[in-house]
C-alpha cells in the first residue's frame, strides 16, 4: 500500500483544516491507519489512530476534542480533521498504516508528510 497525505496549508489559529490519506493498493482496509506529526527540531509524535473499519479511534490528549479521525475505505482514504488550531499543532502530518498503536513502531508503511502551519 503506498500512502500519501495533503491537505496542509498555514492558517491562522482557530481554523480549521482537513487532511487526507489517501492509498493505492487494496490491502488499504485490512490495517489500522495512524496520524503521526513532526514539528521542527522534536521526535515524530503519535495523534490520532482510527482501526481498519473505523469502529474505534486514540487520540493523544492534546487533540482530544478538536481532531477527528475517519476513514473511507470505498475510497482508499482516511482523514483528519483537525479544528480548533493552535500555533503548537504546527508540523509535518504524516500518515502511516499498521497496527492500531499510539507508537510509530507499531507502522510499518508511511506515506510522506503535508505541512501544517499555524498561526497566531
Known amino acids: 500500500v503506498q500512502l500519501q497525505a495533503s491537505g496542509g496549508g498555514s492558517v491562522q489559529a482557530g481554523d480549521s483544516l482537513r487532511l487526507s490519506c489517501a492509498a493505492s493498493?487494496?490491502?488499504?482496509?485490512?490495517?489500522?491507519v495512524g496520524w503521526f506529526r513532526q514539528a521542527p527540531g522534536k521526535e515524530r509524535e503519535f495523534v490520532a489512530a482510527?482501526?481498519?473499519?473505523?469502529?474505534?479511534?486514540r487520540y493523544t490528549n492534546s487533540v482530544k476534542d478538536r481532531f477527528t479521525v475517519s476513514r473511507d475505505n470505498g475510497k482508499n482514504t482516511a482523514y483528519l480533521q483537525m479544528n480548533s488550531l493552535k500555533p503548537e499543532d504546527t508540523a509535518v502530518y504524516y500518515c502511516a498504516t499498521g497496527g492500531f498503536a499510539a507508537a510509530a513502531a507499531g507502522y510499518n508503511n508511511w506515506g510522506q508528510g503535508t505541512l501544517v502551519t499555524v498561526s497566531s
Open positions: 482510527i482501526t481498519w473499519n473505523g469502529v474505534s479511534t
Open positions: 493498493g487494496r490491502a488499504f482496509s485490512d490495517y489500522a
